[in-house]
């Protein structure tokens, strides 16, 4: 088994195959050269290069280093070319089996309109939406005369939030459907666009599929995903809570329907907003997602073990009726980033210390070990904490305890943004939806570490030891100046602007300018939007917080910055 990926995800996928006793091929990038999926393979081939186009997404270096192995065999885990149909048929097409879905079924869900179709065909009904290619903005003035705002205004190519855009009026749609194709075209390459009704507070549910090659399609229950941020998953639990089981089967029954339609093999997931007792298919993933294990918690089943068994040929081995959830399961996404009082700042850096929870209902699928890197160039999940318990309840306080137990240093993570969320009376009442972290949670004070409001003292390394004072045990904090002369940054707030409205304006975090919204000797006011940057896979505004005259712009677009970078600056009036 050649596995085209990397991190936890690579770690998964080698260990199930080790237990089926499948000889594993791993692949690296010049900075994955001593990390752990590596080191759990048989084999290792080098990718060269250091950016995930570089290796991961290099094909050919792939096809070469899969004719080098020997491979029969070849998962893409989740991401890279986990959902591209071309990439599956190169592989098919060289007699070695894809650990996946059938090229047309990757191809039917591709494409969110042909997705929507695929839906429809079976009875499925998606939120109340166009299955045409938006051509004129006239189209969705009228879709509101008829549905009303909000409108969601989403890439057909799209997924994961990229390329959508909420529109409340009619003055807003000729922007969003400018901003949807400008996202759409950086992320995907296709700029075509289609409309839905905007539920302004679902809860986002999705239902695990398998099936095998036999004509057998069952579905493995559900999972919440409601808690995330700016599209980006925090928490997945399993089942989903809170839901009458009649509407939960119903969504089982449809999502295998949708499988069954465009003949679905292997594992898949149709996803779902639930609303006031409804529900509507939103899309279908047709890859193994993150989530998947807390599924695995609550059936006992070994999902990528059921992706191998079918993948070379074996029927399933139990009905829908021998599938039987158990107790509840919540997993918690460990993400090398500062939670920042909401800001979340990518944090990579070197893993000092690594040390895990374990105990009962208590599982740790990571990537690293203490030492490894999490490096800038890649997705900087850490790995996945995930808890098992008889109740939610249960589940949730042994999430909480064994978050408690993790000592990491060396970079910041999101432990104590996801130790707030599963503290806070909503979550634990089911008063979250999918905008409840971005729209109620407070964040304020939750930040990489308990270290003191750092923008005072931005240089400064947090250090912990075990001090026994009298007998008694004290684990003491600790910060020290960092004089390791890195470069100052300018102070910034959340929405960009420099700290002391001196003018000087920096961006709040690394990434691309999309796009310079003013130019020099321009009169701006104080909340004008100065440039657009795309970061954290959104587009983020930047704004004035002076009011004057453009006097310089450092950027253009395209550049990359990094944090506290200043890109404008404004000669105060
Ligand atoms: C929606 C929606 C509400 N109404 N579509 C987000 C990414 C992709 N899976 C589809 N998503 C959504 N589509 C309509 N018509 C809500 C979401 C959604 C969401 C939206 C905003 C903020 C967070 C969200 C999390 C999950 C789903």
Redesign the pocket.
């Known amino acids: 088994m050649l596995v085209t990926n990397r991190g936890e995800i690579a770690v998964r996928v080698i260990r199930a195959c080790r237990e089926l006793g499948i000889k594993t091929v791993a692949v690296y990038s010049d900075l994955d050269r001593n990390s752990l999926h590596t080191r759990l393979a048989d084999e290792s081939f080098a990718l060269g290069g250091t950016t995930a186009s570089e290796s991961y997404l290099n094909i050919p270096k792939i096809l070469e280093i899969l004719e080098k192995s020997g491979a029969d065999a070849v998962h893409p885990g989740y991401g890279f070319f986990s959902e591209n149909a071309e990439f599956a048929k190169t592989i098919i097409t060289k007699g070695v089996h894809f650990i996946g879905p059938p090229v047309e079924a990757i191809q039917i869900m591709g494409d969110k309109i042909s997705a929507r179709r695929a839906a429809e065909k079976v009875g499925v009904d998606g ?1 109340p ?1 166009t299955t045409d290619f938006i051509e004129h903005p006239s189209e969705v003035a009228d879709f509101a005369d008829q549905y009303g705002y ?3 205004i ?1 890439a057909a190519f ?5 390329g ?1 855009k ?1 529109v409340e009026s009619n003055d807003a749609i000729q922007g969003a459907i400018e901003s949807a194709q400008r996202e759409a075209l950086a992320y995907f390459g296709r700029d075509e666009l289609y409309i ?5 507070n ?1 809860r ?1 549910i999705e239902v695990q599929i398998l099936a095998d090659s036999h004509g057998n399609t069952i579905h493995l229950g559900t999972r919440d ?2 808690a ?4 980006q ?1 925090l928490i997945e639990e399993a089942p989903a809570p809170g839901i009458d089981p009649k509407i939960l089967n119903a969504m089982g029954e449809a999502a295998v329907a949708v499988a069954e339609g465009c003949g679905y093999v292997n594992a898949g997931t149709v ?1 779902f ?1 639930y609303e006031n007792e409804d529900f ?1 298919y ?2 279908m993933n047709t890859r193994l997602q993150v989530e998947h294990p807390v599924t695995e918690m609550v059936t006992g089943i070994d999902l990528v073990q059921q992706q191998l068994l079918v993948a070379q040929g074996d029927e399933l081995q139990f009905t829908q009726d021998d599938v039987q959830l158990r107790g509840h399961a919540i997993e918690v996404r460990i993400n090398a980033e500062d939670p920042a009082e909401g800001e979340f700042l990518p944090s990579p850096g070197k893993l000092e210390k690594l040390k895990l929870p374990a105990g009962f209902g208590t599982r740790w699928d990571g990537g690293y070990e203490e030492g490894d890197e999490i490096s800038q160039f890649y997705d900087n999940l850490v790995g996945k904490l995930i808890c098992w318990g008889e109740t939610r309840q249960i589940a949730i306080a042994r999430t909480v305890r064994a978050l408690d137990e993790f000592q990491i240093e060396g970079l910041h993570t999101t432990i104590p943004a996801d130790r707030a969320i599963l503290t806070h009376a909503d979550f634990g009442n089911l008063e979250h939806s ?2 409840w972290v ?1 729209d109620v949670l407070d964040l304020t004070g939750i930040r990489g570490s308990s270290q003191p409001n750092s923008s005072s003292e931005p240089n400064l390394i947090h250090r912990s030891a075990d001090i026994e004072v009298d007998g008694k045990l004290f684990n003491v904090a600790m910060w020290f100046p960092d004089n390791s002369g890195r470069i100052r940054r300018n102070a910034s707030s959340s929405s960009g602007n420099s700290g002391g409205g001196d003018g000087k304006i920096a961006v709040p975090m690394q990434g691309t300018i999309v796009k310079v919204m003013t130019e020099v000797g321009a009169s701006v006011s104080s909340g004008d939007v100065l440039v657009v940057l795309e970061a954290m896979k959104m587009e983020n505004n930047v704004t004035s917080d002076v009011a004057g005259t453009v006097s310089e712009i450092n950027v253009t677009t395209g550049d990359s910055v990094g944090a506290g970078d200043i890109v404008i600056v404004i000669e105060m009036t």
């Open positions: 939120v939406g909000p409108i969601a989403k799209g997924g994961g939030g990229r959508m909420v839905e009704r905007y539920l302004t679902p986002h995903c409601s995330q941020r700016r599209h998953k996803e907003l509507y939103l899309e999918t905008k971005e």
